[in-house]
């Protein structure tokens, strides 16, 4: 049998289109509430010396 | 030209495999819902916070809950404390992380693995999956939970979560979890817990921006700088030692109203001994047994009290199919859509809040009794708990005026009515002599 298969220029066209669709409509999809956290490392840093330099417990 | 086509497809799908670039490091999301609804709440029309903010309140919970890939619990008290009761630290490492065995075989990234794509790694219910969801997976942050044993307004009992855990929740698309072993339940539960104390932390962050001057932070490290140079200073003099009280003063006030008072009294004090707000379920009456002479009566009670004292059928409706009140909203929607200006039946009036996170908003149905299907449990005690205690989050409200025979007649009524045939009842109305016996 044979199950050559013979696309047209047309097909061809509308095959790329949806791969390229695939691509940008999923791969390269962000969420718009994908806003991760932001923090400074020195901040972070300096935060976490006063909170452990505090007697809490007074 | 003569292969270009499949080549170009070829290459096109590689490029397809292997993505557009690098994944981002896995870090918590900012509840910009939150932020949105507090600029809304108390700036003027259109303003927002300094941006300034975002990062200090993601290096505040940066440094005290670590990130995804390295948790932190809060740890403050030196001696016994309560977060060390509530949460075990290895759980919560265990669950948080990514997927993997360490060299014993244990897995680890449990959350990462079963939970994140519908609840999401923050914990917000809004993973990947979650919009394709009805109802919508759980967001943790608001430290509400629905199916527990304790009353409104409490927090769950580590039982609680469990129950959720092993059961899964019928009628949604939380599935029972009955495989896992006993000790990765628990770590998933610590973990939710975390996630739940993280996210309200955050929420009172938020909350506290109202309270300051634009741009002024809600902690002023450049102050904290200056109190622990002049602690360095040897021999002060007595201005020096003034200037030194009055700094200490401002900054141990401003760590305790931000940190210590929020972490410790507000966030994590209310899961210490949760067990004890555990509500009794007393017996139920011999009435209550369907081979009881008077379960007829009873029932018919039931009955009653759904039409009018319980005024269940408000809601549920006079069939109990839940068609009584169809347009509330729960309180995990109602934290925001009750913000001046939303419309949660005009999707132009929320577009800002779903474009910051927010899943569009749906009505919550009030539960069809007559199908059978009770996500929080069907067992007698567990019907009997949720119309007692209400359902935390929802219009269910508790039902402090009805006595424990009452609320059993409900209970009896509530899981006969999949069976209304069998008991010819009428439509609507409270005439014992209708029943057929």
Known sequence: MNLKFYPSIVTKGLVLLWIAGLIFSGGCYRHPSAQSLEYEANAVQALRIEINSINWDE | ?437
């Not at chain 2, 029309?45 to 300034?52: A, E, L, T």
Request: aromatic residues 10%; proline residues 7%.
């Open chain 2, 1 to 437: 030209m003569k292969h270009v086509f499949p080549k170009l497809v070829f290459s096109t799908v590689m490029v397809l495999l292997v993505g557009c670039g690098r994944s981002p490091e896995v870090a918590y999301k900012l509840n910009s819902v939150e932020l949105l609804k507090q600029e809304k709440l108390f700036l003027d029309n259109g303003d927002h916070f300094d941006d300034s903010y975002k990062r200090e309140i993601g290096s505040i919970l940066t440094a005290v809950f670590g990130t995804p890939n390295d948790p932190l619990l809060p740890v403050l008290l030196k001696d016994d404390d309560p977060v060390l009761r509530v949460i075990n630290s290895q759980h919560v490492a265990r669950s948080a992380g990514p997927v993997n065995r360490d060299y014993t075989q244990v897995r680890n990234g449990l959350y990462r693995q079963h939970c994140a794509h519908c609840h999401g790694i923050t914990g917000d219910g809004h993973g990947p999956t979650a919009p394709f969801l009805n109802p919508y997976p759980r967001d943790f942050r608001m430290a509400k939970f629905k199916y527990k044993a304790t009353p409104l307004r409490s927090v769950p009992t580590d039982h609680d979560l469990t129950d959720v855990l092993i059961n899964g929740v019928p009628g949604t698309a939380m599935p029972s979890f009955r495989t896992m072993d006993g000790d990765q339940i628990a770590a998933l539960v610590d973990y939710v817990k975390f996630l739940t104390m993280r996210g309200q932390y955050e929420r009172f962050l938020m909350a506290e921006l109202s309270n300051l001057d634009q741009g002024e932070p809600l902690i002023d490290l450049a102050l904290a700088k200056q109190y622990r140079v002049m602690l360095e200073v040897r021999e002060p003099t007595q201005q020096q030692q003034q200037q030194l009280g009055q700094l200490e003063e401002k900054h141990l006030d401003t760590m305790w109203s931000v940190v210590g008072a929020r972490l410790i009294e507000d966030v994590i004090a209310r899961w210490v001994d949760a067990d004890k707000n555990r509500t009794a379920v007393p017996s139920a009456p011999n009435a209550y047994s369907r081979d009881d002479r008077d379960h007829q009566d009873f029932l018919e009670k039931g009955r009653r009290l759904f039409y009018e004292k319980g005024n269940c059928a408000q809601c549920h409706g006079d069939t109990g199919v839940g068609n009584g009140q169809l347009e509330n909203f729960d309180d995990w929607t109602n934290d925001w859509i009750k913000t001046p200006g939303v419309n949660p039946f005009y999707p132009n009036s929320y577009r800002e809040f779903t474009d910051a996170g927010a899943l569009a908003p749906r009505p919550i149905k009030p539960r069809n009794l007559t199908e059978a299907v009770y996500r929080g449990g069907g067992q007698p005690e567990e019907i009997y708990l949720r119309i007692a205690n209400g359902i935390e989050g929802t219009p269910m409200p508790a039902a402090p005026a009805l006595s424990s025979d009452e609320i059993w007649a409900l209970v009896a009524y509530v899981k006969a009515l999949p069976y209304s045939r069998t008991y010819h009842w009428p439509a609507k109305g409270v005439n014992a002599n209708q029943i057929a016996r």
